[in-house]
């Protein structure tokens, strides 16, 4: 299993295009990461909740740098305790002791991304059907000036509202979602990026989109759009930024400190028709999505896990127990169930 593991993280990295110092800077970035999200990066369950961990005792450890003494205890509570349903290689469902909500927080920022996939996946697809509509994923950049995280998210979002505007745009497209990535360069500069699920009607020529977002943003042409095949998989690469929406471990105090003061700016968003179509289609969304949260609600104790009909089992674990938990699921072979007393 590690040596898989290890494997695939070394071919990853030889895959990944490193960034040259002498190519220009936006170009390079852009290239990195819509190629390493058109690959989709196979990480274990056990090394993204080892992630997971080292990402909170990061922010912890930044919390208390600020003398955020509150924001440090409630991220070092949430999800300190948990209470797994699970068959021994599988799990049913979690449990935690506690959910801070703070934004960063990688535990409840995957809540709210799953939330969101649960949300907005049968309404895509229905969305989809009415209006012989295909989606594609659309990354937006803008040039990077000296200006604060909050600048520079209104003005990609300010950019981004004219465009919608234009005739151009509504011709192609027909509404969707929008989500906002944050990175900083070593200059310190942000970078800003919009992700958005787009419902083409059409074909069209991508250098024509070129020149729109050239026309509004004044000085940037520069954005990749892809056809998404599954739509599930490209939901959950959008709203994967609303959960991590920056790298928190190459984050400082000082980056913290700009984060807190954004508390309320929105990372995700509908706009367009599909926005309408949302909002026409809220109850009979929230009916199925308190069916499904039933539904996972019901299984207890002794039910057969839905994975390989093996009894599931309460196990207790502090959350520091979960990577390696994961770890001894991956590398047991199905059906050997491990017990632990608690
Ligand atoms: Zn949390
Ligand atoms: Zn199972």
Redesign the pocket.
């Known amino acids: 299993m590690r040596q898989a593991t290890l494997a695939t993280v070394l071919t990853d990295s030889r895959r990944l295009p490193v960034a040259s110092e002498s190519k220009s800077a936006s170009q390079t970035y852009l290239d990195n990461r819509v190629t390493k999200s058109q690959r989709g990066t196979k990480r274990t369950r056990s090394q993204r909740a080892r992630e997971r961990l080292q990402t909170k005792e990061h922010l912890v450890g930044l919390a208390r740098e600020l003398y955020e003494g509150e924001l440090a205890d409630k991220l070092d509570r949430c999800h300190s305790r948990l209470s797994v349903l699970t068959?021994g290689?599988?799990i049913a469902r979690i449990i935690p002791n506690f959910t801070c909500e703070f934004r960063l927080c990688p535990d409840c920022g995957r809540r709210r991304s799953r939330k969101l996939q649960t949300k907005y996946l049968p309404l895509m697809k229905a969305f989809m059907l009415h209006n012989k509509v295909t989606p594609v994923h659309l990354v937006l950049t803008q040039t990077h000036r000296k200006e604060s995280r909050k600048e520079s998210a209104a003005r990609i979002r300010n950019s981004f509202t004219k465009l919608t505007r234009r005739s151009f745009w509504k011709q192609y497209f027909k509404g969707g979602t929008w989500s906002l990535e944050f990175t900083k360069d070593k200059n310190g500069l942000h970078h800003t990026h919009l992700h958005i699920i787009g419902f083409r009607r059409k074909f069209f020529d991508i250098e024509l989109l070129r020149d729109e977002w050239l026309a509004v943003t004044g000085d940037s042409h520069v954005l990749h759009l892809k056809p998404i095949l599954d739509l599930a998989a490209g939901l959950q690469e959008v709203v994967k930024y609303v959960s991590k929406p920056l790298d928190i471990r190459r984050f400082g105090a000082a980056d913290l400190k700009e984060f807190l003061g954004l508390k309320n700016m929105r990372m995700f968003g509908t706009f367009g028709e599909f926005r309408d179509f949302c909002k026409d289609f809220e109850p009979s969304d929230n009916d199925a999505m308190s069916e499904l949260e039933s539904l996972a609600r019901d299984l207890v104790e002794g039910c057969a896990?839905p994975?390989?009909n093996?009894p599931l089992f309460d196990l207790r674990m502090s959350g520091k127990e979960l990577p390696q938990f994961y770890e001894q699921a991956e590398s047991s072979p199905p059906g050997e169930v491990r017990k632990r007393s608690h």
Do not use: M, N
């Open positions: 068959c290689r599988h896990c994975q390989c093996e």
